[in-house]
């Protein structure tokens, strides 16, 4: 069992830049594949990347390439989600989320085993 608690997320202009943390409780946390989804208002909750336990891989929904980064620190129990060029398309109470699974970072796409319980961002126009 792991638990996991954002942070970060706040109101932000297009254009600009935020970065999420998510910190996960538990001695095993860092053998566990780590991701961030995100829902907007209205809308079904989406893949937005995952990284696997070493951060050395990583895959990422076509929408956010090249606009965000996942990483790592393994020392610390945290993942973090730096999000740069932000649109207003970006607004979405965004999750964390991890597994132990330990599949192909591709079969993500449609969930993962534990929750955290999101942090809002909003980005204006």
């Known amino acids: 069992q792991v638990q996991l608690v954002e942070s970060g997320g706040g109101l932000v202009q297009a254009g600009g830049s935020l970065r999420l943390s998510c910190t996960a409780s538990?001695?095993?946390?860092?053998?566990?594949?780590m991701g961030w989804f995100r829902q907007a208002p209205g809308k079904e909750r989406e893949f937005v990347v995952v990284i696997n336990w070493s951060g050395l891989s990583t895959y990422y929904a076509d929408s956010v390439k090249g606009r965000f980064t996942i990483s790592r620190d393994n020392a610390k129990n945290t993942v973090y989600l730096q999000m740069n060029s932000l649109k207003p398309e970006d607004t979405a109470v965004y999750y964390c989320?991890?597994?132990?699974?330990?599949?192909?970072?591709?079969?993500?796409?449609?969930?993962?085993?534990?929750w955290g319980k999101g942090t809002l961002v909003t980005v204006s126009s």
């Open positions: 989320a991890a597994d132990r699974s330990g599949r192909d970072l591709p079969s993500y796409y449609y969930g993962m085993n534990y």
């Open positions: 538990g001695r095993t946390a860092s053998t566990y594949t």
